[in-house]
């Protein structure tokens, strides 16, 4: 991990605070929470870089160039993220990647330091270098899963018949260790918020089981688990010209048509999700 961010010491202070969007599984809603997380903090004054570790995908990324093409095209004024990418090292012995990946790593950063107070960084779904590299230098590592034992499966093992957790799964003890190595390197914690994206999907029964299993989790993993996104078109419909709920109005609603109850209540869940993360600088932050 890069020590100029977890250690205090050599980080100036009033170094960006690092929120980490994390899990080992593709489609939980990782890159649609971080863009809701910067552009709500963009509207609240801030500045904010993203770093976007899943290369291959690049969802975070072409979501904010569509914003840039949408801003430029309808000659809006939409607050802007300053991003980055960081691809997969292309070389081939693994200790020679992995201090190339560091590198690349440590340059993202240091070069955003000084341009922003908050960096959002978006990981692939898999477990690699890079993402390892992120967990640890987490202040806020946010874990969408969606409301399923499928899910939850990454986060722990799950008895088929008592519904009690038998242990931490891969993912967890990822986490944990990042945690290890964080404490080590400059004394600090990192909060892990689990995170409920596409809720209302399914049966009131199974939604039960899981929250038992996430309350259970909270205690033995050190997670809190809020609720986050319910499962609404809006989140995927914005994607294309780069906005949030939370632009709509100024970007004069959708095709011109204002919003529609159901986005109220989209753009009021994603307040809610921003107050449940608890962000130390946003304390007195007044939510308008
Ligand atoms: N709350 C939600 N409601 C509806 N669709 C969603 C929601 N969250 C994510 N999606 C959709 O699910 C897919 C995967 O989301 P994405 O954010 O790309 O996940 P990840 O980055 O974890 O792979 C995308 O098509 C996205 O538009
Ligand atoms: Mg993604």
């Not at 039960?208 to 688990?225: A, F, Q, T, Y």
Request: with cysteine; proline share 4%; hydrophobic share 40%.
């Amino acid at each position: 991990m890069p020590d100029s961010v977890a250690n205090p010491e050599q980080a100036p202070s009033g170094r960006p605070y690092l929120i980490v969007l994390g899990n080992e599984k593709g489609g939980s809603g990782k890159s649609t929470t971080a863009m809701h997380i910067v552009v709500s903090l963009l509207r609240e004054g801030r500045r904010v870089g993203t770093i976007d570790l899943d290369a291959r995908q690049k969802s975070l990324t072409r979501y904010i160039e569509n914003r840039r093409a949408h801003v430029t095209a309808k000659k809006l004024d939409l607050p802007m993220p300053v991003e980055l990418v960081v691809a997969k090292s292309a070389l081939r012995s693994v200790d020679d990647a992995e201090a190339d990946e560091k590198a690349r790593f440590e340059a993202a950063y240091m070069d955003l330091m000084d341009k922003v107070d908050v960096i959002v960084i978006d990981c692939p779904g898999s477990d690699t270098f890079l993402s390892r590299l992120a967990h640890t230098a987490a202040d806020t590592l946010v874990t969408p899963v969606n409301d399923s034992f499928v899910d939850l499966d990454l986060l722990a093992r799950v008895n088929p018949n008592t519904y009690k957790v038998e242990g931490p799964s891969l993912y967890a003890e990822m986490v944990w260790k990042a945690r290890q190595r964080r404490a080590m390197a400059d004394g600090s914690s990192i909060d892990w918020v689990v995170l409920r994206n596409r809720v209302g999907m399914l049966h009131a029964k199974n939604k039960e089981r899981v929250e038992r299993v996430l309350n259970e989790l909270s205690k033995r993993i050190g997670i809190r688990h809020v609720s986050g996104l319910g499962e609404r078109v809006i989140y995927r419909e914005l994607f294309l010209r780069g906005l949030t709920l939370m632009d709509l109005k100024e970007a004069g609603g959708i095709d011109g048509k204002g919003m529609s109850m159901s986005h109220v209540a989209a753009r009021q869940e994603v307040r809610s999700l921003m107050d449940a993360l608890n962000l130390p600088f946003r304390q007195n932050t007044k939510v308008s």
